[in-house]
């Protein structure tokens, strides 16, 4: 059974979704006016996982992410996302490109990102630009039933017409972002954008790349509606579960809501899944802030992609973390060392095993591995299962099977990595024995665990006592 904290009711709940055993999940995908950062790598991360973890249970999952390429205003990071420029707009401008040609490039840069660290395409990524028409019907709804007004720059929600606005963050939360500089023609602070009106062109500088005709005069969509459309249209009116960064719980995700339940009067979303922040010296890592590094930097560094994954879940998603490359470092060491050991296991059975689903052998490990990532999503708990696995005195094939389903939720590629040659010539009858003597060590039985290493050397092998109980085995020859 699988529980998740519900960030709606704020409590970890069993997961039951809509339609069983199909599962509508959207996640709010990249603004692309610039490199995603790790930071925002680790809430697509948490998508990541739990796409997984529900294909783990026998879920089907139809993911779908979006691509916001325009309307998302620089007046967020202040806590107003209906004023400031236009962050495509301003990227042009000063990578002297169309905003089209930057959304494009930012895009590829995203995708090519997302599978370095070896997320899983999710099934749709629309982008908002390819939904104008969708985003002003919404709008055009919302304003029948009587939930906008108009100001001098644009259409406006109404948020004291929803009555259940502060149902997924309470009002002061909400609060929090207020204004800086005041709109006066705003009817309450927390109303939010849904159309924005083009600035008169004065010059070739105020005339906008991106702009579209309305029923309202020729503007842009406001940040919020594009999710609203995007994910009524490809999940349905009501679907099971929705995923971003703890930011957008009191910004972003409320005025979803707000939209999309005043239009169809029913429940959008059962499961709101936040995951929290990645910081540097304690502040959030963000592109306004200067802080933040690209995968690319990581790669540059000389560290495997998929160590920043392995980094990502020691720590729980709900928890906050601070990076530092001191703990990549640590987390690219772990990682290798982990298909070090990966590659001395026997593989010949594991791979053509009968089973590829978890726990369906009821072997230990494996309850132990889906109890763990089913119990909201406790992947440092999953990886502690992996240690205990491999020190365990089972057959290598054993452990192997097992392996490759860990991996399915893990996506830490342990079986792609090369094996070393000399590592992979260690015969079973001395795994056996290093096996043996892990456990003896664990026991603090040292002195039987000294005999095992001399027979060790008798067979030609040296052993060297690593990190969490494991152990190097060298040919002697
Ligand atoms: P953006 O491209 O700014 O719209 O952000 C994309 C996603 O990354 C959103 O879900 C954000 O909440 C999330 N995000 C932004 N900064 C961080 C961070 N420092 N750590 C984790 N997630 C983040
Ligand atoms: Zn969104």
């Known amino acids: 059974m699988l529980k998740i904290y519900n960030s709606l009711t704020r409590k970890v709940e069993e997961f039951k979704p809509m339609n069983p055993p199909n599962v509508g999940m959207y996640t709010c995908g990249p603004t692309v006016y610039d490199f995603a950062h790790i930071g925002n790598f680790r809430t697509y991360l948490l998508s990541d996982i739990l796409l997984r973890t529900l294909e783990a249970n026998k879920f089907s999952v139809k993911h779908v992410m979006n691509i916001t390429d325009v309307g998302h205003l620089t007046g967020d990071n202040a806590g107003d996302a209906d004023a400031g420029e236009d962050r495509m707009e301003k990227a042009a401008s000063k990578e002297r490109k169309s905003a089209w040609d930057v959304a494009k490039f930012y895009e590829q840069a995203f995708v090519k990102d997302f599978e370095r660290l070896n997320l899983i395409k999710p099934s749709l990524m629309p982008r908002a630009t390819d939904h104008i028409k969708e985003q002003i019907e919404l709008i055009q709804k919302l304003e029948k039933k009587g939930y906008t007004y108009q100001t001098s720059d644009g259409v406006y929600f109404n948020t004291s017409k929803f009555k259940a606005y502060g149902k997924l963050s309470n009002l002061d939360e909400i609060k929090e972002g207020a204004r800086v500089e005041v709109n006066l023609e705003k009817k309450n602070p927390r109303d939010f954008a849904l159309w924005k009106l083009s600035p008169s062109v004065t010059s070739e500088q105020t005339q906008r790349h991106m702009e579209w005709d309305s029923p309202w005069g020729k503007g842009f969509p406001g940040w919020h509606i594009e999710c609203s459309a995007m994910s009524m249209k490809y999940l349905g009116e009501s679907f099971d579960i929705h995923v971003g960064g703890m930011d957008l719980k009191s910004t972003h995700h409320p005025n979803e809501i707000a939209q999309s339940e005043a239009v169809t009067g029913k429940t959008f979303v059962n499961y709101w899944v936040h995951g929290a922040f990645v910081l540097v010296d304690n502040k959030r890592m963000s592109k306004s802030l200067g802080n933040n590094y690209k995968v690319e930097d990581i790669i540059k560094n000389g560290f495997d992609p998929l160590a920043l994954r392995y980094l990502y879940l020691q720590t729980h998603y709900r928890q906050e973390m601070n990076f530092t490359w001191e703990a990549l470092e640590a987390s690219h060491k772990a990682l290798e060392r982990l298909r070090e050991a990966v590659g ?134």
């Open 344 to 477: 001395r296991l026997d593989q010949s059975e594991a791979v053509s095993a009968p089973s590829q689903r978890l726990g369906v052998s009821g072997r230990d490990f494996e309850q132990k591995f889906l109890s763990a990532i089913n119990d909201d999503l406790n992947m440092p708990q999953a990886l502690a299962v992996i240690s205990e696995l491999l020190r365990s005195d089972n057959p290598t094939s054993f452990k192997a099977q097992s392996l490759i389903k860990f991996d399915k939720v893990l996506g830490l590629n342990l079986w792609d990595a090369p094996i070393k040659a000399e590592e992979a010539e260690i015969p079973e009858n001395v795994q056996k024995l290093v096996a043996e003597r892990e456990e003896l060590r664990k026991q603090k039985r040292f002195h039987l665990a000294d005999q095992l290493r001399n027979k060790i050397k008798k067979l030609g092998y040296e052993t060297k006592d690593i990190e969490d109980g494991e152990t190097e085995v060298k040919s002697l020859k």
